[in-house]
């Protein structure tokens, strides 16, 4: 099955976030802010916006040399629904659907907190798992000391995680 797009769903975000973004706009926030956990480059946003234009998800408006960009409510419907399926695991999706929350009170934000926390959990417990049957012993540590330092830094990752979102719960 082929792996779903999330460029169009992170285009709709920028684009709400701001009410009206230039593909310049667009290629700063990946520049800057959304460029901390998420990545794309000039040449797959403008094919990006051509298809969503032709989805009818944004329109847009010729302002001198700049092309500005607005949802439709297709668009905002699109994204809304994309921020409601639930999580997978992949924790760059979490973090953009968690960018594209404004509001503290939006009822989804506790949805996806709650989501990642269960997630999290269940891979430090196999984690857990994974270290207790591995490394039953100082001898197995010492002859994978690499793959018992990937597997602890591993564990701590997710602890620091749940920790991390039982604060914001």
Same mark, same amino acid.
Do not use: C
């Given at each position: @099955? ?15 976030? #701001? ?10 926030? !990946? #520049?800057?802010?959304?460029? %901390? &956990?998420? =990545?794309?480059? =000039?040449?797959?946003?403008?094919? /990006?916006?051509?298809? @969503?234009?032709?989805?009818? $998800?944004?329109? %847009? /408006? ?5 092309? +500005? +960009? ?11 629904? $994309? @921020? ?9 999706? !979490?973090?953009?659907?968690?960018? &594209?929350?404004?509001? *503290? ?18 891979? +430090? ?13 100082? /001898?197995?540590?010492?002859?994978? &000391?690499? =793959? ?5 830094? *591993? ?7 749940? /920790? ?6």
């Amino acid at each position: @099955m082929p792996k779903k797009r999330i460029l169009p769903y992170v285009l709709l975000g920028l684009i709400n976030n #701001k009410k009206r973004l230039s593909g310049y706009q667009i290629s700063q926030e !990946f #520049k800057h802010e959304v460029g %901390d &956990f998420w =990545h794309a480059s =000039h040449s797959q946003i403008y094919p /990006e916006l051509a298809r @969503m234009k032709e989805d009818n $998800w944004v329109t %847009d /408006e010729e302002e001198g040399k700049a092309t +500005y +960009y607005t949802l439709t409510t297709t668009g905002h419907e699109v994204l809304r629904n $994309w @921020m409601q399926e639930p999580l997978d695991g992949n924790e760059e999706l !979490f973090s953009l659907k968690l960018y &594209f929350i404004n509001d *503290a009170t939006d009822p989804l934000l506790k949805e996806l907190l709650e989501q990642e926390l269960k997630l999290k959990q269940d891979k +430090y417990q196999y984690l857990q798992g994974r270290l207790s049957k591995v490394f039953t012993d100082k /001898e197995k540590i010492k002859a994978n &000391f690499g =793959h018992y330092l990937i597997l602890t830094r *591993a564990i701590e990752r997710e602890k620091n995680h749940i /920790e991390w979102l039982k604060n914001r719960l």
